[in-house]
């Protein structure tokens, strides 16, 4: 079972985000217009988000991208887009649609315009797009890599861009004792 959560406040950010292993997002003021790229951050924790929102943009915003989790823990994921263009209005319009593929590849889940960015934003800059994803597996669902993918279309210039993040879903430790 996929479960989304609640919708991410639109944010804007100019900073280096920096990351741990495995999905580095390895830029320091994202990229210029016409350059789209999504980056997909799973996390163990939403605090990142709340630190987001609440660090100035010259200061980096520590995220421990993870790719391991466990059966019934919930991983909080957010799509982050930069390269973005802006329209005559100076607005930012991205549309990010997803898939949750379970281990075999067919698909648990899939909406086109997931999560969207629709706001007025810096030319360079990364911006979380609205809404994030809340994560986990029950017990009737299969362990192993479940994968993650974001495609961003940009409905200014018509771009797009994919992204991708697999999740190892293992037992609770309690449970493989």
């Known amino acids: 079972m996929v479960r989304t959560g609640p919708g991410i406040r639109t944010l804007i950010a100019l900073a280096c985000l920096a990351t741990a292993q495995p999905d580095p997002v390895r830029a320091e003021h994202g990229n210029p217009?016409?350059?789209?790229?999504?980056?997909?951050?799973a996390s163990d924790s939403p605090t990142f988000i709340e630190e987001w929102m609440n660090t100035p943009f010259q200061h980096?915003?520590?995220?421990?991208n993870v790719d391991q989790s466990e059966r019934g823990r919930v991983t909080y994921v957010a799509f982050l887009v930069t390269g973005h263009s802006l329209g005559k209005d100076e607005r930012a319009l991205v549309d990010v649609?997803?898939?949750?593929?379970?281990p075999d590849r067919t698909i648990a889940f899939a909406e086109s315009?997931?999560?969207r960015v629709a706001s007025r934003c810096p030319r360079?800059?990364?911006v979380l797009a609205d809404a994030g994803l809340d994560f986990g597996i029950g017990t009737a669902d299969p362990l192993g890599g479940w994968t993650i993918e974001a495609v961003a279309r940009d409905r200014v210039?018509?771009?797009?861009?994919?992204?991708s993040h697999t999740l190892h879903i293992r037992r609770p430790a309690a449970a493989s004792r």
């Open 157 to 163: 210039n018509g771009k797009r861009a994919p992204a």
């Open 124 to 126: 360079v800059g990364f």
């Open 113 to 115: 315009s997931y999560a």
């Open 60 to 64: 980096p915003v520590q995220v421990r």
């Open 97 to 102: 649609d997803i898939r949750v593929l379970r």
């Open 33 to 41: 217009p016409g350059e789209l790229a999504v980056h997909i951050l």
